[in-house]
C-alpha cells in the first residue's frame, strides 16, 4: 500500500510541475495600473533591465525592494514596444 501511494505521490509531483511549468504569472503595476504576464518574453525584458541597472542578477522580480519594482516597472513602460502586455 505504502509503495502504490508513494508512485501516486510522485506522479502527481511531476504531472504539477508539468501543468505549471508553462503558465504564465501575471503582475499588477499598481503605479501605471495595468498588468503585465511574466512569461519568458517579460524575463528578457527583466534581464535587460538588471544588465543595465547593475542589479544583482541572482535575485527575482519577487524578491527586489518595492522601490526596485517601481523603478522596473517605469523603466519597462519606457519599452512598450513588444505586444505581451495584457492591459486591463
Known sequence: MRSCFGRLSSCGVILLALVTAGCAHRYYDS??????????H???YYNQWVIERHVDPHRDFNHLSRDEQKNY????????????????
Not at 31 to 40: F, G, L, P, Q
Request: proline letters at 0%; glycine letters at 0%; a negative charge.
Open 31 to 40: 503605479y501605471h495600473n495595468d498588468y503585465h504576464r511574466w512569461d519568458h
Open 42 to 44: 517579460e524575463t528578457a
Open 73 to 88: 516597472w517605469d523603466w519597462r513602460h519606457q519599452h512598450e514596444h513588444d505586444h505581451d502586455n495584457d492591459r486591463h
